[in-house]
């Protein structure tokens, strides 16, 4: 959405309401006590009662926005900002643009958000051809704040303390390159997991949960220790000298080259704990690349049908520096 059409939509609370009640109607509001369908809206109290029982549902209950004492303006111009740029924006620049005093519950609010993103992509499972690969994310965490007060010199390479391990798996169809793209794969979904380690069962474990049974496999041979023969359809298992990668696999590349570029400029020193967080939104805005305009409509819907996984915790300033 243009931010002059947001701000002719949605210039104060009571416009928001209006919005959100419209919505959560026509998804369907059903009673958590009795289960029933049938409600009325009453306006004074600004919340549905039940028919049947006479239970009350308030506008933000069962919604991302739940529990919240922030403004519904809030929630709609964070959703407005992180659906209508390609990258994305920093808790920081969120709290300044909302010229709001705490950045706690601005920090909070985001997350919860990337959380409905999360859970909303959940639901989905990769189909027909799969890039699956391995990558590292720099970030912060208490092994190396641990490493860094004793004084003691930090691991490199794949090992180093910093390196999170992520999986990535992209839907990835042939295609014959055209004149306006030279690609010979087009990219369909993604999803990428913080890996607590890469080991095969791990990843077989991760792998079955994301990706369809009828699905075919394409990894990079050099990750042999993987098995995966047995789970999908079929297992293509291909030995890629560092130049060919991004031939033969490359959406995998592509969307971790693009993810880290993403985290790198907006979240630097980001922590281990919070990197899902940062995927999903990355994933949710990579699977819905041609949505434009609409995306913001698709994330209020996914707003108000699922309650964040994200639970309260207070940011820890002395060990993330600059978290977004
Ligand atoms: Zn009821």
Known sequence: ???????????????????????????????????????????????????????????????????????????????????????????????????????????????????????????????????????????????????????????RGAGSQRQSKVLVMVESEATIPTKKSHKSRKAGHIRMVHMP??????????????????????????????????EFKGTEKKVVKPEDAPRVLPWVHIAISNAKSMFLNLYHGTKDEYLQSYLDEFCYKFNRMYFGEHLFDRLMIASVTYTPAFKHRIYNKNITLSCG
Request: glycine share 6%; proline share 2%.
């Open 197 to 230: 380690d890469l080991l095969s069962e791990t990843v077989k474990n991760e792998a079955i949960k994301a990706i369809d049974k009828e699905s075919q496999i394409i990894m990079d041979d050099s990750k042999s220790h993987v098995k995966l023969d047995g």
């Open 1 to 155: 959405m243009k931010l002059l059409e947001f701000s002719k939509r949605f210039k104060d609370e009571g416009s928001c309401e209006q919005y959100l009640r419209e919505v959560r109607e026509e998804r369907g509001i059903i009673c958590r006590e009795c289960g029933s369908h049938e409600h009325y809206w009453d306006k004074y109290h600004k919340r549905w009662r039940c028919k049947e029982c006479g239970s009350e549902t308030t506008l933000t209950s069962g919604t991302v926005m739940q529990g919240s004492k922030l403004p519904l303006m809030y929630w709609f111009t964070a959703i407005h900002l992180l659906t209508s740029t390609k990258n994305s924006f920093s808790a920081k620049e969120m709290q300044r643009q909302l010229g709001h005093k705490r950045y706690q519950p601005i920090w909070e609010m985001m997350h919860k958000l990337r959380s409905v993103m999360g859970l909303r992509d959940s639901q989905y499972q990769l189909t027909k051809a799969v890039e699956l690969d391995e990558a590292f994310f720099t970030t912060d965490n208490e092994e190396i704040q641990k490493a860094k007060d004793k004084g003691k010199p930090l691991k």
